[in-house]
């Protein structure tokens, strides 16, 4: 390595100082290491905003040195307000970041590279980790996860004729035939037609088939052969009458699974609660089963990174909080307080999550999950998706067409 002599180093050094000083309105503080009476700001989205207080409680008892102040925000908020706030140069120490808009602020010099040294990517489900990596460099320690899979009546299956879960795609669409014809069931799937985040509803059937909307290295390949034939099986369910193509903003799937007008959806975690919850008598008449495979069982990775502020002036206890938040310990706890998935994998070998067979199907599929490659402007990428599935759902168009519009709109979004 090229050393440079000394006194330039100096003036670097004292230059780069002088820069950070006035960056903190030279109060200093950017060296307050852990041990230093301070106050950690953190903003935290929907449920786990109100969560975290209480962890943030326990968190103080062990170290009273610092003080943790969480402000819930609500996810509809939460990019508007993170905006905002970056341009004001007013971030909060630590912030939770969705995975659609964690590129946006590492792109814009926003946040805080992982130190490496303290989080281990091999702690992580491998699409966890990628989610909080942008431009080659780490930038959010992943928090939780989230995937999808196949929830499914196993009571109106066997009136439908049918032999346990669907295995393949090809399985999916006939079980949905056989719940409609036999089982008396309205609809045989429920997947999204349209609207906002329609995307959700497509990534298994994308994803298993082999396609995808960015390649690794962050190239539109949303018009290949694999997505052409993904959104074609997609467009079946509706075009043969075994999905609703209208769209309900606010649906809740749960009630129609429950009354079996819906005998099959593709769920998060949150939906085993729900449904133990609210739906009490249908326990023993439904299972949750991996995404059928195409090519492979592939499902959608989503879920929350926890990321530092560059400029913040408690960076040391910021990762210290952290740490706690995400080892295998904290990652447990927080799963018994708010049934979000823990995204540290030594989190699972211990309690529920180790015995529970539903949770070990989430598991599994977490394990081969994909995530988009974080981008500047993933939001407005995936909404070209949900249009060309809209307008596939409602035949206006061909999956082709559909696609190639999405393609070059897409092809003038990414970084």
């Keep these: ?59 103080q008892q062990a170290h009273p040195n610092v003080t943790v102040q969480v402000t819930p925000v609500g ?37 805080e590279p992982v130190n490496t040294g303290a989080f281990k990517q091999g702690d992580f489900f491998p699409a966890a980790w990628n989610q909080g990596t942008y431009g080659g460099k780490s930038y959010g320690v992943p928090w939780y996860v989230d995937t999808r899979v196949l929830f499914y009546r196993t009571d109106l299956a066997k009136k439908a004729g049918l032999k346990g879960a669907p295995a393949t795609m090809a399985d999916l669409r006939k079980a949905a035939e056989a719940y409609q014809a036999k089982a008396g069931a309205k609809w045989g799937l429920s997947i999204q037609p349209s609207g906002l985040d329609a995307v959700q509803s497509f990534y298994p059937f994308l994803y298993s088939a082999g396609g995808a909307i960015l390649d690794d290295g962050g190239k539109p390949v949303v018009n290949g052969p694999e997505a052409v034939k993904a959104l074609e099986d997609y467009g079946a369910y509706y075009a043969e009458g075994l999905s609703d193509k209208t769209f309900r903003p606010g649906y809740d799937v749960t009630k129609d699974f429950n009354t079996g007008a819906v005998p099959m959806f593709f769920g998060g975690p949150w939906m085993v609660g729900l449904l133990n919850d609210n739906y009490p008598d249908l326990k023993g008449k439904w299972a ?69 067979p539903n949770l070990t199907v989430f598991r599994t599929q977490m394990e081969n999950a994909k995530a988009l490659p974080a981008q500047p402007k993933l939001t407005e990428i995936t909404s070209k998706v949900d249009e060309a599935i809209g307008s596939v759902t409602q035949g206006t168009s061909s999956p082709k067409e559909a696609l190639d519009k999405a393609q070059s709109a897409i092809a003038g979004l990414v970084g």
Excluded at 88 to 102: C, F, T
Excluded at 321 to 349: C, H, M, S
Aim: hydrophobic residues 45%.
């Design 1 to 59: 390595m090229h050393h440079a002599p000394r006194p330039a180093m100096t003036a670097a050094v004292a230059l780069a100082s002088a820069l950070a000083l006035t960056a903190c309105g030279g109060s200093g503080e950017e060296r307050a290491d852990a041990g230093t009476q301070q106050t950690l700001t953190v903003w935290a989205m929907g449920t786990e905003g109100e969560k975290l207080a209480d962890v943030a409680k326990t968190y």
């Design 75 to 111: 996810w509809d908020v939460a990019h508007q307000k993170l905006v905002a706030a970056a341009a004001a140069g007013k971030l909060p120490d630590v912030m939770q970041m969705g995975s659609s808009y964690l590129g946006e602020f590492a792109d814009m010099g926003a946040l």
């Design 288 to 356: 949750v089963a991996p995404v059928p495979a195409d090519k492979a069982s592939v499902s959608m990775a989503g879920g929350s990174s926890l990321t530092i502020s560059a400029d913040s002036s408690h960076k040391a206890a910021a990762k210290d909080f952290i740490a706690y938040l995400t080892d295998a310990k904290g990652q447990a706890d927080w799963y018994e307080r708010t049934k979000d998935l823990p995204a540290n994998v030594k989190a699972w070998e211990a309690g529920t999550l180790a015995t529970d």
